[in-house]
């Protein structure tokens, strides 16, 4: 029987074993120190690792991104927190600008074995700085990587993955998950490759294609239809760059029917890629548009519970847009 | 430090000569409409190639972080002129970034510099990670960082050289002030007279040095590298150097400067001070001089030569180098196109 454990569990696990097994891994962040960092994820860190491979940082995320890439351009293998991805707007410069463009601007002289971890995502009475999904600025950059989980086991097996990777990956852990969310996690090592899909659940009605969090609205969604004796196939995509399209593809070739779910407000999304890769690739297979459900096209997540509730795309809407997409 | 002997001065003076000259044939190149972009150098040699020496004699092992104007970094560091241009014409086989980037950037670990990019002052954090990596590895590396007096404006340095201060990191931060940001006057730049007064502030050793004088450049340079090796931290240097020519081959410096400016500049030319100097040892003489000219010329004749022959990247090597391995970026094209 493997242990029962959440996200910031499985998070930390990943990063202790990889730690462990390689001395070229460090972490580096705001209080991730002694306070562990403010989700606990590296709680325990510096007594087991000491204060070289757990740094705490000034309080300057582009400071911390840009040291972090040059860290990995000598050989190591950082993992930079930035404790929430609403503060990482100053690092782009440094992941988008630098890390993404280091080997192809050096001709693969140097490269950037980093990893930029960063808890993101609402419901969490964040407000507008504490609750953003950052995920699309980040995807539309070729030489960086992004991946966001969804569950414990995903989220252990792909944070190994992207602390081994050769390349700047963007781990994103959505908040909301991290205590929420627990299930099955082998305490040996195993890794999820970066840019593999996984088929959640299967069905053969409608599929819908989500990450994070929503994956386990869709969850939800999928059972409440399957008592009406509709047949929900759910995609995690996992990684959101590079996209697995093949498990994609290959899924509404089942279904004929897609929707696309992220919590990420709607315009210039993830779905707006997967739509328009779908329609390319699979225009013949469809037997409906493909649609999107998504947050609002607001500037960030309200504070208020009314409000935060308006702006996510909920069981009700999921629920709405997959009838839509069946009644079609 | 020390002072340095006639036989070392008239060997900087001669890459000197070859900097120079390679420098004024990048921008014939530009004006004959083969070489898109030319910085210049000039001016800011003795800064440069003063700075090198020192480090190369008081380092065990030195890894430099450029900008867009060190071609005397560069140089000294072993880039031929060959190398350099084959950047300027952006052709097939140019050694730091096949031809990707701009002259003179891109990388080469075995040459010991890399000037990744052209946001100034991004490189500087890069640095302080490249020494705080030799830090934990217990690497006796000295890391230089150069950069401008534009880029000392940006927030990442500030950044960069509070870390490294705080973990008394085996960095050397070199400022070439020149006095122009593009056409911004250092006194619209900062309300302070030296870049290097901020040091104070990081609670590390600044040194504001005339950059044109190659042994003030050598001394500063060299204590700075040997605070640093020991394990004293970080030292910000200010080589008060001059820009005589516009900020680029794209640049109107007529806009935004005085002719009598200008003209100023020029009397602190660092190739003309160490000609005076070699001249006053009695090291130099017209014979020897017209020799390092000449011998600079030929090889920058042939390598111009070479480079001019040389045909541009393949096309085809335009997604190299994207991902490790190139797996992802050739799959996803062919998958997404």
């Not at chain 1, 082998?186 to 994070?212: F, L």
Request: charged content about 25%.
């Amino acid at each position: 029987m493997m242990p029962i454990i959440n996200v910031i569990e499985a998070v930390r696990d990943a990063m202790k074993e990889e730690m462990a097994r390689d001395a070229s891994v460090f972490i580096m962040g705001e209080d991730v120190g002694k306070r562990g960092g403010v989700f606990l994820a590296t709680q325990g860190f510096v007594e087991e690792f000491g204060e070289q491979r757990v740094i705490d940082m000034p309080l300057a995320e582009s400071g911390i991104a840009g040291i972090a890439v040059g860290a990995a351009m000598a050989g190591l293998r950082p993992i930079a927190e930035i404790q929430f991805a609403d503060f990482i707007s100053p690092t782009m410069n440094q992941i988008v600008g630098e890390a993404a463009r280091a080997r192809y601007g050096t001709k693969g002289e140097v490269h950037v074995p980093m990893v930029v971890r960063s808890p993101y995502g609402g419901q969490v009475r964040g407000g507008l700085f504490h609750s953003q999904s950052v995920e699309a600025y980040f995807a539309h950059t070729p030489g960086l990587k992004v991946v966001a989980p969804s569950t414990p086991f995903d989220a252990k097996g792909l944070l190994k993955s992207a602390i081994r990777d050769n390349d700047p990956v963007l781990f994103l852990e959505h908040k909301r998950t991290y205590r929420s969310v627990r299930g099955e996690v082998p305490n040996t090592d195993y890794s999820i490759p970066i840019g593999s899909a996984d088929v959640k659940r299967a069905g053969h009605d409608a599929t819908i294609v989500s990450y994070g969090l929503t994956i386990h609205y869709a969850l939800q969604a999928a059972e409440v239809l399957e008592k009406e004796g509709i047949q929900i196939e759910i995609v995690d995509l996992r990684s959101i760059r590079p996209l697995d399209t093949e498990t994609i593809i290959n899924s509404v070739s089942k279904t004929s029917r897609l929707l696309v779910l992220h919590e990420d407000n709607l315009t210039g999304g993830i779905g707006a890629e997967i739509s328009a890769i779908v329609s390319e690739k699979a225009f013949d297979l469809l037997d409906a548009p493909i649609m999107r459900c998504a947050g609002l096209d607001i500037p960030a997540m309200p504070f208020a519970p009314t409000l935060e509730a308006a702006y996510m795309p909920s069981l009700e809407k999921i629920l709405a847009t997959t009838r839509k997409l069946l009644a079609y | 430090m020390r002072e340095l002997d006639p036989e070392e001065l008239l060997d900087i003076y001669e890459t000197m000569i070859l900097v120079r000259t390679l420098d004024e044939r990048v921008w014939t190149l530009n004006r004959q409409g083969k070489a898109a972009i030319v910085a210049s150098s000039q001016g800011h040699e003795a800064a440069q190639l003063g700075s090198v020496k020192a480090l190369s004699e008081f380092a065990e092992s030195y890894f430099c972080f450029t900008y867009y104007r060190d071609m005397g970094v560069c140089v000294a560091q072993g880039l031929t002129p060959k190398d350099v241009l084959l950047g300027f014409l952006a052709k097939e086989g140019e050694p730091i970034s096949d031809a990707r980037q701009f002259p003179l950037h891109g990388a080469s670990k075995e040459k010991g510099f890399m000037n990744l990019s052209n946001v100034v002052g991004t490189h500087v954090p890069h640095a302080v990670g490249w020494a705080l990596a030799s830090k934990i590895n217990k690497l006796p590396t000295v890391t230089a960082v150069y950069f401008g007096d534009g880029a000392a404006s940006q927030g990442e340095i500030h950044e960069a050289m509070n870390f490294a201060a705080i973990h008394k990191l085996p960095v050397i931060f070199l400022c070439e002030n020149n006095r122009y940001a593009i056409s911004v006057p250092i006194e619209q730049q900062m309300a302070i007279t030296n870049v290097a007064d901020r040091a104070q502030a990081y609670g590390i050793p600044g040194y504001t040095v005339d950059g044109t004088d190659i042994q003030q450049v050598f001394d500063v340079t060299a204590q700075a590298t040997v605070r640093a090796s020991e394990g004293e931290g970080p030292t910000l240097i200010e080589y008060q150097v001059e820009r005589y020519l516009p900020h680029t081959s794209d640049d109107d410096d007529s806009t935004y400067r005085t002719p009598l400016d200008i003209e100023k500049s020029k009397q602190r030319d660092p190739l003309k001070k160490l000609r005076d100097l070699l001249l006053s040892k009695g090291v130099l003489n017209d014979k020897i001089e017209s020799e390092l000219i000449k011998t600079a010329k030929q090889k920058i004749n042939s390598a111009t030569e070479f480079a001019e022959k040389a045909p541009y990247p393949k096309a085809d090597d335009v997604l190299e180098h994207v991902y490790d391995n190139n797996s992802i970026s050739k799959d996803q094209h062919d998958a997404n196109h």
